[in-house]
């Protein structure tokens, strides 16, 4: 799932899986925040819930990621799932 992300770049899926899991902060030009960005737009809640660690859900949802997603419905989404999840 990770590989289809990033159908765009030559990118390895063991890479991609290292940053996920914060083996390592990026891929080149890619960044965890890249990523993260990519995984909200793409897949659906309960996917991201299996996919992205749950250490790491937080820094997901950060404004950092949030701001970079389309459409302003979508951002609004993982802006109230954030909400809900700090509670």
Not at 15 to 43: E, N, P, S, V
Not at 50 to 64: G, I, M, R, T, Y
């Amino acid at each position: 799932m990770l590989s289809k992300l990033y159908w765009d770049m030559d990118v390895e899926p063991e890479q991609l899986y290292r940053m996920l899991y914060g083996k390592i902060d990026g891929i080149g030009q890619i960044k965890r925040t890249d990523l993260y960005a990519r995984l909200l737009a793409t897949y659906d809640w309960y996917t991201l819930l299996k996919l992205v660690p749950a250490e790491n859900l937080k820094h997901a949802l950060s404004d950092q990621v949030i701001k970079r997603i389309y459409p302003k419905g979508l951002k609004d989404r993982f802006i109230y799932a954030r909400e809900v999840l700090s509670k």
